[in-house]
C-alpha cells in the first residue's frame, strides 16, 4: 500500500485489513516521506498490531524521494517477495478498492493458477463512484479501452490498480526493469505478465470514490500513460 499524505485514511484502512479472516495476512505501507506525518502514523499503527504477534502483521517502508506511484509499488513488490510472500496484493490506501474483496481474489487465484487477479470495475458486476461524473466515467473506460486495443489484451481493467500478484509472476516480470513511474505501472505491468505466459482473470468490484485528501493525477502523469502503451508496444516488436 503506497501512501503520500494519507495520515486521514491509513487509520481505517489499516483496521479494516487487519480485521480480515486471512491468517497469512500482513500489510506493507510505502510511505514516500510524507509532509502530513503518514509514516510515522504508519510506525506506529505497526507496533500496535505487532504487539502480542508471534509474526510481524504490518511493516513499513520508508522512502526518501518521492518519484512516482509505480517506483513505489515496485519497490514495496520487490520487498514483500524476497520476505517470502507467496501472493501480493496492490491496493490504494484512499478507500478506493474494497478489502472484503481480497479474499474472493485469493481464492480464484488458487483456483484457477492466475499469475494476476484483478478487482474489476468494467467486467460484469463491477461498477464505479456515484461521486463520478459522466465525463470522468468515460475517460476512465476511455483509457482501459486505448490501452488495450493498442497493446492487443483482453484485460477489461488494464489501468486498475487492486490486483492481486503470484510471486512468480513477479519475480519473472523483473521489478527493476519496469520503467512506468505513475499509473502506466498498472498497465505495464499487466502486458509483461500476458507476455510471459501467466493468465489475468477479473473479480468485480465497487470502485469508490475517496472522500479525504486528494487525488495524485496530474497532467504528467495523464501524459504518461498516454504515450506507455506505444512505447509497450514498440518494445515488443523490437524485441521480436
Known sequence: MPTYNEAGNLPGMAETLMDLDLP?????????????????????LAARYNKGADRPRMRVLHRTDKDGLGRAYAAGMSQAVEQ???????????????????????????STGAGVVVGSRYVPGGSLSDAWGAHRKLLSRWANAYASAILGTRVRDI????????????????????GSAGYSFQVEMKYAALRRGFSVMEVPIHFEDRTIGESKMNLAVQLESMAMPWKLRARSRGRR
Open 84 to 110: 517470502g510472500a507467496q501472493y501480493v496484493l496492490q491496493m490504494d490506501a484512499d478507500g478506493s478498492h474494497p478489502a472484503e474483496k481480497v479474499a474472493e481474489m485469493l481464492g480464484v487465484a488458487l
Open 24 to 44: 497469512g495476512l500482513s500489510l506493507l505501507v510505502v510511505d514516500d516521506s510524507s509532509p502530513d506525518g503518514t509514516g510515522d502514523l504508519a510506525e506506529t
Open 159 to 178: 489501468t486498475g490498480g487492486f490486483n492481486l500478484w503470484r510471486a512468480d509472476a513477479l519475480r519473472a516480470i523483473d521489478l527493476a526493469s519496469v
